[in-house]
Each structure stands twice: as C-alpha cells, then as structure tokens.
C-alpha cells in the first residue's frame, strides 16, 4: 500500500478552505482514511469499574468462551453486559483484546520460578484489594438503599397522618354544615 503523508492535510483543505483545523479530520470522507490507521487507534483506558466487571463477565462467560471457536458473538454478549454493569460502552473487539493482553501478562509473570511468588502475591494482592473495593461499594449501596426504605416509610406515614386529619376535618364540617343547616330550616 503506498501511502502519502501529505494527502490527508490537502484533502482537508480542500474539503474545509474555511480552515477549521479542529474539524478538518472529521471532514475527510471515511473512504479516504487507511483502514490500518483506523484499526491501530489506542483505546481509551479501562477504569477501576470497568476492569472488575470486566472480572466478573469474564467470569460468567468463561465456560462459554472455552467451547466456541468463534466466539466474536459471545464478546459482543459480554461488551452488553458490561454496559448494563459499569454504563461504559466496550466492543467485543475492546474485551477480547483487553482478555487476550491480561491473559498474556499473567503467564509471563508466572514463567520465572523465583518471581512466580512474588508475582502471584501481588496478583493476590490486587485481586483482594479489587474485592474490597467492590465489597464496600456494595456496603455503601445497601445503606443508601436502607436509607431510602426509611425516608418512603416515614413519607407513607406523614401522608398517612394528613389523611386522618383531613377526614376528621372533613367530619367537623359536615356537622358544623349541618347545624346551620338545622338552624337556618327553624
């Protein structure tokens, strides 16, 4: 493939001659752009969030991953359930290489026998620390959740209270109404 650096540039200024540099990219027709150029862009960094839902589905889907070959479906599965997990957005193409990198670099902290503990105390040691995390995330929802079920109940109270109050307020002022009405009949 012959490539000239220089022809994106051109091709912007002629399709942008007002010279939006910070547009200019996003006017080049997608046909124009190198398919290579496209699929060596780096993604964005996974977060804490992201890496232990990605812990998680990797979990659920690993058996499933195991028996299929071709398993772009089933990252695509994983990348909808992450999103349900963290609300960040990932392609399976994203997790199947963020597995592929993870896998890679576990196996080459393993291989060194003198190093294997070492590394594996540290794996442990981040695994535990990411189980904590997630441990006092669950803490910190279920009190907020608790919270919530006292403030509706104590909602469902005083409203329970206001309609009391409002039949008896009702009930006065139909006696009241009917004693002028028996007065006003005399």
């Known amino acids: 493939m012959?490539?000239?650096?220089?022809?994106?540039?051109?091709?912007?200024?002629?399709?942008?001659?007002?010279?939006?540099?910070?547009?200019?990219?996003?006017?080049?027709?997608g046909y124009l752009v190198s398919p290579q150029t496209e699929k060596h862009r780096r993604a964005r960094n996974?977060?804490?969030?992201?890496?232990?839902?990605?812990?998680?589905?990797?979990?659920?889907?690993?058996?499933?991953?195991?028996?299929?070959?071709r398993n772009a479906k089933v990252y695509e599965k994983m990348a909808s359930k992450l999103f349900e997990m963290?609300?960040?957005?990932?392609?399976?193409?994203?997790i199947k290489i963020k597995i592929t990198n993870m896998t890679f670099q576990y196996r080459?902290?393993?291989?060194p026998v003198?190093?294997?503990k070492m590394r594996s105390c540290h794996l442990q040691k981040k695994k535990l620390r990411l189980l904590e995390a997630m441990l006092e995330e669950q803490r910190r929802l279920s009190r907020a959740m608790e919270e919530t079920c006292r403030e509706v109940r104590r909602v469902l109270d005083q409203q329970n209270?206001?309609?009391?109050?409002?039949?008896?307020?009702?009930?006065r002022m139909m006696s009241l109404l009917e004693?002028?009405?028996?007065?006003s009949n005399v």
Request: net charge neutral; with cysteine; proline share 5%.
């Open 2 to 29: 012959v490539r000239w650096p220089g022809l994106r540039p051109c091709l912007s200024a002629l399709l942008n001659p007002a010279g939006a540099s910070s547009m200019a990219a996003a006017e080049v027709p």
């Open 46 to 69: 996974w977060t804490d969030a992201e890496m232990r839902g990605l812990m998680l589905v990797w979990e659920e889907f690993f058996d499933e991953l195991k028996q299929t070959k």
């Open 86 to 94: 963290t609300g960040e957005r990932r392609l399976g193409e994203e």
């Open 108 to 111: 080459s902290e393993e291989r």
């Open 114 to 116: 003198k190093k294997r």
């Open 161 to 171: 209270i206001l309609q009391v109050q409002s039949l008896q307020l009702q009930e």
């Open 179 to 183: 004693k002028i009405i028996a007065k």
